[in-house]
């Protein structure tokens, strides 16, 4: 099994862009987070899904960002405008519900 | 609001002693337990799972779990200077469906030859 994979690996984008983080679950699982990690936050949840739905957004820092599971096996997380504020590393892990979950490389995203 | 604390660190132990990392976490409903390493510009990476109460062995590394005081730990030992990295605490509310995973903040460790 690959893992769980993400693009792109590196971006760096202007203020007031959109951008797009993808993500690939592992085979077989029904879980999905998506984490977003600095230095001064440590690694924080923004949404978690399980079967598709997601049940807990609580850490989505604002209306410009906004995450999809359009199947299964894909997540999308979206920021729109994107700021500089936004620059970190974002992680998307996947597990099968009540078991350990696996992480992605991250992207590693730069807003100047 | 569920929150897992760490001791800060940073920790530094010479090789071939016991480093001990431990955390604190504030919801009682949590029923498992994770510790992730995670070397500097990788991502973490699982290294041990607690489910119940007690003491949980694979090679080198013991985690600890006490719900009463709720209180997670991982014992290393043996360190090598290969095990210098941030350990991640994680607690999850998989007894529910829901399944939320939360994370300290991360201890760096480093191991010293």
């Known amino acids: 099994d690959a893992g769980v994979i993400q693009s792109p690996r590196h971006e760096v984008t202007e203020m007031g862009q959109e951008v797009t983080l993808r993500c690939k679950l592992i085979s077989g699982h029904n879980s999905l987070f998506w984490y977003r990690q600095t230095m001064m936050r440590g690694l924080e949840l923004l949404i978690y899904f399980n079967n598709n739905v997601p049940i807990d957004d609580s850490g989505m820092p604002e209306d410009r960002f906004s995450a999809k599971m359009p199947n299964a096996s894909f997540s999308t997380l979206k920021i729109q405008p994107s700021e500089p504020r936004d620059s970190a590393v974002y992680f998307c892990?996947?597990?099968?519900?009540?078991?350990?979950?696996?992480f992605g490389q991250g992207t590693r995203l730069t807003v100047v | 609001q569920k929150e897992v604390e760490q001791n800060s660190g940073p920790l530094s132990v010479p090789e071939g002693a016991i480093a001990s990392l431990n955390c604190t976490y504030s919801?009682?409903?949590?029923?498992?337990f994770f510790w992730y390493r995670q070397y500097s510009g990788k991502s973490p990476e699982l290294i041990m799972s607690i489910y119940s109460n007690g003491d949980k062995e694979d090679g080198r590394f013991t985690a600890q779990l006490n719900k009463a005081s709720q209180y997670v730990s991982l014992l290393i030992r043996d360190s090598q200077p290969s095990d210098s990295a941030t350990y991640l605490c994680a607690g999850s509310d998989r007894g529910s469906t829901l399944g939320r995973l939360y994370f300290g903040r991360g201890t760096q460790l480093t191991v010293w030859p």
């Open positions: 892990a996947s597990s099968l519900t009540n078991t350990e979950a696996f």
């Open positions: 919801d009682r409903g949590s029923q498992s």
